[in-house]
């Protein structure tokens, strides 16, 4: 195993009827910034719930955060947590609404000459301005770690940032938000979830065990829960199960101690930044390709996710290895993914060619768990995934 630090101070409130503990957290003299998304919070009375809970708080409120937060809405935002002296942030929504939060968080305090240097600078945050979140939404994980990722449709790029300054004060975790929740959306936070634990355990073998097996238990979790969810997201031990399940795969816990790859979301973000695509949908597209591409470097814990994921007996460690492989992708087809990059978008040809070339350019020469994998290895995986 290797050396780690591992610290994370959000509060988590988990549970039935939570949103109303929102006073309990908020310091009194607090004027508040409450952020919300495309107004999904409106009609299924998770707004009245935060109204209500904020009443004798002094607050504003800014709507309008979308999906794959837009720079250039969320420096409107900005604008008016200077103008109105606001002391403190309350996301209400899913990652997005969660991440845009975050970037106004550090933007709020930032000193620089403008604020998307947060995000091209490499710096990590050490000082944000304090905020809570109210998920609507499992998927990211964002409401328990410290990391956002911020789009700029002008220039097509979704950058990520983060660092100590912007984990959330506390989060509210209310199982009952997901009965209102779009199939789609639904699917995308089951596979994005999936996605992380892969990340961050589809490496090599470090003698990490007890990893290994958190990371094991959340996926069987996923998978255990999923058809429910998608049945009849009301079902509430299936939803709590989800919701947790989706925090716990990327708030920190199981990436101490082993490598970590990171290269599906990295280049998933670029298929988000130049077609649109939903994130959870693009690391569903690179992510078997990925696989199969760095086959030998990840056969050993690919035979081991085959065993005791998929129950995978038969065959040698490379037949084991390799039924994962397709396991994962007829589980995402399964549920209405497609995982290829043509089913998206017409105009695919040389998407590979912009990835790598906007890799060199950031300098990106080595990902994933090795640091090895190149631009012209991420242009093949793209291609692979076409
Ligand atoms: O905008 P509203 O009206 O709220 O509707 C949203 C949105 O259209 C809707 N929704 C959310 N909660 C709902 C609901 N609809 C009905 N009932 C509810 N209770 O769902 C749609 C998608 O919301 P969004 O927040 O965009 O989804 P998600 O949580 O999947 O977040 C995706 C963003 O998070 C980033 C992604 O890149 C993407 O930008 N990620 C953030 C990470 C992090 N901070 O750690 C890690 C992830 O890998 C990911 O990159
Ligand atoms: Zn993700």
């Not at 995000?119 to 301005?129: A, D, F, H, I, V």
């Not at 779009?182 to 936070?189: I, M």
């Not at 640091?371 to 793209?382: R, T």
């Amino acid at each position: 195993m290797n050396n780690f630090e591992f610290k994370n101070p959000t509060k988590i409130i988990f549970g039935k009827d939570t949103i109303a503990k929102l006073t309990e957290e908020i310091p009194s003299d607090a004027k508040v910034l409450v952020l919300y998304g495309g107004g999904s919070i409106k009609k299924n009375g998770i707004y009245d719930q935060v109204k209500t809970a904020l009443k004798d708080v002094e607050h504003l409120e800014f709507g309008g955060i979308p999906a794959n937060p837009e720079y250039s809405v969320l420096l409107e935002a900005l604008e008016v947590i200077k103008a109105e002296n606001i002391t403190y942030l309350l996301a209400v929504g899913g990652g997005s609404v969660i991440d845009g939060t975050k970037f106004l968080s550090a933007a709020a305090l930032y000193e620089g000459e403008t604020p998307w240097e947060i995000l091209t600078g490499g710096k990590p945050t050490l000082k944000g301005m304090p905020f809570g979140t109210v998920l609507t939404l499992p998927a990211t994980g964002s409401e328990m770690n410290s990391g956002a990722v911020i789009t700029n449709r002008e220039t097509k790029e979704k950058l990520a940032m983060g660092g100590a300054g912007l984990f959330p004060m506390f989060s509210i975790l209310d199982p009952q938000v997901i009965t209102s929740i779009p199939r789609r959306q639904l699917v995308n936070g089951i596979t994005d979830a999936f996605t992380h634990v892969l990340e961050q355990y589809m490496t090599y073998p470090a003698g990490a065990l007890l990893q290994d097996r958190f990371a094991e238990g959340i996926m069987q979790t996923l998978l255990e829960v999923a058809p429910s969810v998608l049945k009849d997201p009301s079902d509430y031990d299936a939803a709590s199960n989800f919701m947790w399940s989706c925090t716990m795969a990327l708030n920190g816990l199981i990436q101490k101690g082993v490598p970590t790859d990171w290269a599906v979301h990295a280049i998933g973000h670029e298929l988000t930044a130049l077609y649109g695509i939903d994130h959870a949908r693009t690391l569903a597209i690179i992510a078997p390709s990925h696989y199969q591409y760095n086959f030998e470097a990840k056969k050993e814990k690919l035979a081991q996710y085959a065993e005791r994921i998929w129950n995978v007996t038969e065959g040698t460690l490379e037949d084991k290895a390799y039924e994962a492989i397709e396991k994962t992708e007829t589980f995402f087809n399964q549920m209405g993914i497609e995982t290829k990059l043509s089913k998206y978008t017409d105009s695919y040809e040389g998407t590979a060619e912009i990835i790598s070339k906007r890799f060199t350019e950031r300098g990106w020469l080595g990902l994933g768990e090795h640091k090895s994998l190149k631009p012209e290895d991420a242009e093949n995986i793209v291609r692979m995934a076409y």
